[in-house]
């Protein structure tokens, strides 16, 4: 299983956020020079994420990034859940566009769905804090000022 770079670059834009000085704020330029992701890119992710109430934006020219909620309040199952959008990992997943003839006796989806499941399941006992053990570590690989 592959989740899509989407999820991948919104997993590391929290971590460098909450890898932020307390009381500084993250910004979008920042996060892309350190990932070497667009800019553009990150700014799509950070709107996402800021709809679903886990970053928070401040306009303005000392504005920026910061967390909405604690990092152990971050469900990393809920962030994958919310930029993977579905989990159609073949074409019997789908509702609309499934045109596999052998899908009513077929197997395959059922033991797909049990081992999506259990991943769901493993992600799910993770928070953002988790992801934060290291974070002095982290803030050296990322060059964030600590």
Do not use: W
Request: proline share 2%.
């Amino acid at each position: 299983m592959k989740l899509k770079k989407y999820t991948d670059y919104a997993l590391r834009v929290l971590i460098y956020t909450a890898s932020v000085p307390d009381g500084e704020l993250a910004n979008k330029k920042d996060i892309s020079k350190v990932f070497h992701i667009s800019e553009n890119h990150i700014g799509k992710i950070v709107h996402e994420l800021n709809k679903a109430e886990i970053l928070q934006t401040i306009r303005g020219r000392s504005g920026g990034i910061k967390l909405s909620k604690h990092p152990s309040e971050i469900n990393i199952g809920q962030v994958v859940r919310l930029m993977e959008g579905d989990f159609e990992m073949f074409e019997c997943f789908s509702k609309d566009d499934n045109y596999c003839i052998i899908t009513p006796a077929c197997k395959l989806k059922n033991i797909v769905n049990v081992a999506l499941k259990e991943f769901l399941k493993v992600i799910d006992q993770y928070t953002l804090e988790d992801l934060l053990e290291n974070k002095s570590e982290l803030q050296n690989l990322m060059e964030v000022d600590n």
